[in-house]
C-alpha cells in the first residue's frame, strides 16, 4: 500500500505560491517517502484508521486518533503534508486549514471541540519558518503546527500553550511525538 501523498491536478486552481508546489501531480523525494511511510507505519501499529485527505490546496496523508480526556473521548487529527519548500506563508496558513477541516470533520458530532496536528514536511525549508509555529486554540478548535525539515534533520513543535488548553496542547505533543519519527533515523 502506498501511502505517499501527490500533489493536486493541474485543473483546481489554488494558492500555489504559498506552498512552492508546482501545479501538477509530482512523486516526492524518497527522504520525503520514508518519512511519510514512517508515519503511516506508526499509526497503523496503533490500529490508527488513515488515508490521504484534501486539506486546500494540498492532499496530505493523516489520521483520526482517539483521545481520552476526563471521562470522555476526542478525535485528534493528524495531517501529514509533503510540499517541495516549506515557505513562511505554509508555515502560517497549513495550521490554519488543517485547523478548520477539523473543525468541519466534528462540527455537529458531540464529539467537544476539534484537536489537530498540522505537519509540513520538506527537505528545503525557508529559515525562519520553524520560528513561525504557533500552537493556536479559536472556537472549540486547538492545532499544534509541527515542521519537519529533512534536508536539516529537525523536527520542529510549536512550543507555546494557548492559555486556555495547558493540558490539552501536553497531550497534543506527546500525539506528535508519539506518531513523527525522529528525522535523523530516517535513511538518507
Do not use: C
Not at 504557533?134 to 520542529?156: E, H, I, K, S, Y
Request: proline share 9%; aromatic share 8%; no cysteine.
Amino acid at each position: 500500500m502506498t501511502t505517499t501523498p501527490v500533489l493536486p491536478p493541474q485543473s483546481l486552481t489554488a494558492p500555489w505560491h504559498y506552498y512552492g508546489a508546482a501545479p501538477v501531480s509530482a512523486p516526492v523525494g524518497p527522504v520525503v517517502k520514508a518519512y511519510i511511510d514512517g508515519v503511516a507505519q506508526r499509526l497503523r501499529a496503533d490500529e490508527v484508521r488513515a488515508g490521504q485527505l484534501w486539506i486546500d490546496p494540498l492532499w496530505a496523508f493523516g489520521g483520526a486518533v482517539r483521545l481520552g480526556t476526563r471521562g470522555s473521548t476526542r478525535e485528534l487529527l493528524l495531517a501529514v503534508a509533503a510540499v517541495e519548500r516549506v515557505t513562511l506563508a505554509a508555515a502560517e496558513d497549513f495550521p490554519r486549514r488543517v485547523r478548520e477541516f477539523a473543525r468541519r470533520a466534528v462540527a455537529g458530532t458531540g464529539r467537544g471541540g476539534a484537536l489537530s496536528v498540522a505537519v509540513l514536511v520538506s527537505e528545503r525549508v525557508h529559515p525562519e519558518a520553524p520560528s513561525r509555529v504557533t500552537a493556536t486554540a479559536r472556537w472549540g478548535a486547538g492545532v499544534l503546527p509541527v515542521v519537519v525539515d529533512l534536508g536539516a534533520r529537525q523536527l520542529t513543535v510549536a512550543a507555546n500553550t494557548p492559555v486556555s488548553g495547558f493540558r490539552t496542547f501536553g497531550q497534543l505533543r506527546r500525539q506528535a511525538w508519539h506518531y513523527l519519527p525522529d528525522p535523523h533515523r530516517i535513511p538518507s
